[in-house]
């Protein structure tokens, strides 16, 4: 028990509850601790209907049967839940999660649509948990938005964090190697995937690039000035079901030695840990030996998949290293890393069980 921990559980809605990563919230949300999940939201296909009808169950565990008979109502305000998980289509997510917020919502949302304003901040909690600090200049209304990265960035940044943090990180290439479970539902068709790899995820490597520089920035008052650090990004497709693979180059602002990097990796913790936040993986980084490591296969779910795996680090005769970094793009880059984020925010104080 953390000294942050509320004293009840607080009710939670869910948004895009059918989807794919909404699905995923449901099920990590079943027995948390912390939260209980009070309302499914999705579109008026599925509106009035019980959820075991209208979602697509396509999760490697069995729907909860905590909500399996819960009635998917409209995703409209309503004031049982002033916490709000959000796993809309960004094609409508943007002016949904605003008018949550504006009814008084703490919105947390894995849509890309707001996270890139200057006033919502863009959290990985164990590298930038300062950054949450912004929804206190945000002009919503009584509510407040915060924002999960896009799913291939958080693996990134889990590698680059706490390089930055210690030697400074100059510039970045990374090739990504991205499961299929990422676009979401219905996915990609399977003449379109077999066999083959897709070199191109619409605006995947702007989302990347731009990211990254956001979340290694600096809280300067009410916005973040992003990091001067250079990072290229070229995304791909390939036939994993879950878990993305990146493959990444980097210059360091400060010289370091091999075995530097390994300690910094495995002996990094942050304020989740601390905190004993409830999702938060032991350790956020591991870097493995093994020279056919890490895989999808056989590392994704480290840490119930809470955990960013690194491996094969080697000199790079173009940057300063190359390394390998996987991570589960539905739960540590999508829903496992919105609901460490919300148990963030109130280890902080941002919410609370009487809100």
Not at 87 to 96: F, H, M, R
Not at 124 to 129: L, R, S
Not at 326 to 349: C, D, K, M, P
Request: net charge negative; hydrophobic share 40%.
């Amino acid at each position: 028990m953390t000294q942050s921990e509320p004293r009840a559980r607080i009710p939670v809605a869910v948004l895009g509850a059918t989807g794919s990563v909404g699905q995923r919230m449901v099920a990590l949300l079943d027995g948390h601790p912390w939260f209980e999940t009070a309302a499914l939201m999705a579109s008026e296909r599925s509106a009035g209907r019980p959820y075991r009808e209208a979602a697509t169950w396509v999760q490697p565990t069995a729907i909860p049967a905590s909500v399996a008979h819960m009635t998917v109502e409209p995703t409209e305000p309503e004031s049982r839940c002033r916490l709000v998980f959000s796993a809309l289509d960004a094609s409508v997510a943007g002016p949904v999660e605003r008018a949550f917020a504006g009814a008084g919502h703490f919105v947390v949302s894995n849509a890309r649509n707001h996270r890139m304003d200057r006033s919502v901040p863009l959290i990985i909690p164990e590298v930038n948990p300062d950054h949450l600090d912004l929804v206190r200049s945000q002009s919503f209304g009584p509510g407040a938005i915060v924002t999960n990265p896009n799913c291939s960035t958080i693996g990134l940044v889990l590698a680059l964090g706490p390089l930055h943090r210690v030697f400074g990180v100059r510039r970045v290439n990374v090739v990504t190697m991205q499961a299929i479970s990422g676009a979401g539902l219905p996915g990609v068709a399977s003449m379109e995937i077999m066999d083959n790899v897709v070199p191109f995820i619409g605006g995947e490597e702007e989302k990347m690039e731009r990211e990254t520089r956001k979340i290694l920035g600096e809280l300067s008052g009410d916005h973040v000035r992003d990091a001067d650090v250079v990072v290229s990004a070229h995304c791909n497709r390939v036939p994993v079901v879950d878990g993305h693979t990146e493959c990444v180059s980097v210059a360091l602002e400060t010289r370091a030695a091999p075995n530097e990097l390994i300690s910094v990796w495995n002996e990094f913790v942050s304020e989740p840990q601390s905190l004993g936040l409830p999702t938060a993986p032991t350790q956020p980084v591991r870097y493995l030996s093994d020279e056919s490591a890490p895989q999808p296969r056989l590392h994704r779910d480290i840490d119930g998949g809470m955990a960013a795996s690194i491996g094969r680090l080697r000199p790079c005769p173009l940057f300063d290293y190359k390394f390998v970094v996987l991570s589960h793009n539905t739960i540590r880059g999508a829903a496992g890393g919105a609901i460490l984020l919300a148990e963030l925010a109130v280890a902080r104080g941002l919410l609370t069980a009487d809100d």
